[in-house]
Nanobody, 115 residues
Framework: QVQLVESGGGLVQPGGSLRLSCVAS????????MGWYRRAPGKERELVAA???????NYADSVKGRFTISRDNAKNTVYLQMNSVKADDTAVYYC?????????WGQGTQVTVSS
């Protein structure tokens, strides 16, 4: 059974930092392209950051220079370090694992940026 379990969400003040984690099980983690997506209220789900098939991180323009994606294959975990957060970053953040026809999603973790 494939599971992606996100954690680390919560309430953070503008300008603050947060680190999201996603632990994967039931997949050969190192063979999967891992990424983070988000859905803000009233908006479509969008890419935040993801690794390309070649392992290069790719970021949405809105988070470049503020967010960093990383992965630890030994721990089957992908991280999203969020710095200098803004109110517009408020959303449910989802972990994604993709490999060919296989595409798995976590249940999401809420991030709220507010003073």
């Amino acid at each position: 059974q494939v599971q992606l379990v996100e954690s680390g969400g919560g309430l953070v003040q503008p300008g603050g930092s947060l680190r999201l984690s996603c632990v994967a099980s039931g997949i050969s983690f190192r063979f999967y392209t891992m990424g983070w997506y988000r859905r803000a209220p009233g908006k479509e789900r969008e890419l935040v950051a993801a690794f390309t098939r070649g392992g290069t991180p790719n970021y949405a323009d809105s988070v470049k220079g503020r967010f960093t994606i990383s992965r630890d294959n030994a721990k089957n975990t992908v991280y999203l370090q969020m710095n200098s957060v803004k109110a517009d970053d408020t959303a449910v953040y989802y972990c994604n694992a993709a490999n060919g026809n296989n595409n798995w999603w976590g249940q999401g973790t809420q991030v709220t940026v507010s003073s």
